[in-house]
Structures are given as C-alpha cells and as structure tokens.
C-alpha cells in the first residue's frame, strides 16, 4: 500500500542540510506510521547542497539556468535521509546516503537547451539524472546510483533485512 506524508519542508533556523534530511525523512514516515497498527513505514528526503548551502528547487527557467551556471566545473553533494519506521514497535532506523556529482564545463548554450528539454523546474541540482541530465558529468561518486534520484535502496534493503524482511527470501 503507498501513502504519503507531507511535512513543511522548510529548513529550521540553524539546521545542517544533514539535520534536515533526517528530520524531514522521519517526518515523512512518522505521519505514515500513525495511521498504522502494522507495517514497515519508508521515509526519503534529500537535498542538494553546494559550498556550504543548501540548495532549493529552482521553480523557474531563469533559476535553474543559474544553478547550472553555478555548478558548471563544480562538484554538488547530494544527501538523502531514510527512515524505516515499524508501525508495529516503534523501532526507527535512519541513515543518509551522501552523493557527489561532479559537473563538467558547461556553455551558456548548453544550460539554456538542457534546462529547455528537460524542464528540471522542481528538482534540486537543476537536473534529472535519469534523463538528459547524465550528459551534465564529468564523474558521480557513491555507494548507490539510486540514492541520486531520492531512495538509497541499497541502504533500504540493508534496513528492511535489519526488520526481518529479505526480498530475496519473499514468495513469488
């Protein structure tokens, strides 16, 4: 069954882009898991954070442009929170599966035909990776592709399997 939780996203005064993700994550699961008696509950969050700041959607053509400008030759830490909440027990598991996307030189044209043909208006970084926006990189640096679109599932299934849940042990 999907469901999901939509908590203010907005960063706290003061809070590291890793505070937020975690916060936001098990914020995500936790409105989940209380309209549960059972069940394991999944909670992601991420943010992309660059020289320090974090990094909000762009929302506009002019916006995004300016991301990928900024970005061009500059490497982008991308973090995603995950929560696993058991409905049942209570038991939380949490933990945040960094990313790092190394952007190549990029001209003014490129930018401007990219963020055209993609739209990436409501992605963090400016870029849909799992489209057009490979052509972006130079080089990605993590322990799971997928924690670059928003679920680590690799650090997922390590949790499910900590809750006693092995995808690989499951009937057909």
Known sequence: KHSCGSPD?????DETAQALVNRLALAKANAVAAT????LVIGSDQVAVFQGEILGKPH???NAEAQLKRFSGQAVTFLTGLAVVNAATGKVQQAIDP???HFRELSDAEIRHYVAREQPLDCAGSFK???????LFDKLQGDDPNSLIGLPVIRLLAMLRHEGLNLLLQNQ
Not at 36 to 39: E, F, P, Q, T, V
Request: net charge negative; glycine share 14%; aromatic share 4%.
């Open 9 to 13: 996203e907005s960063p706290l005064p």
């Open 99 to 101: 990313f790092v996307v």
């Open 36 to 39: 549960l008696s059972d069940g």
């Open 129 to 135: 990776s799992e489209g057009l926006g490979i052509a």
């Open 60 to 62: 506009t053509v002019a």
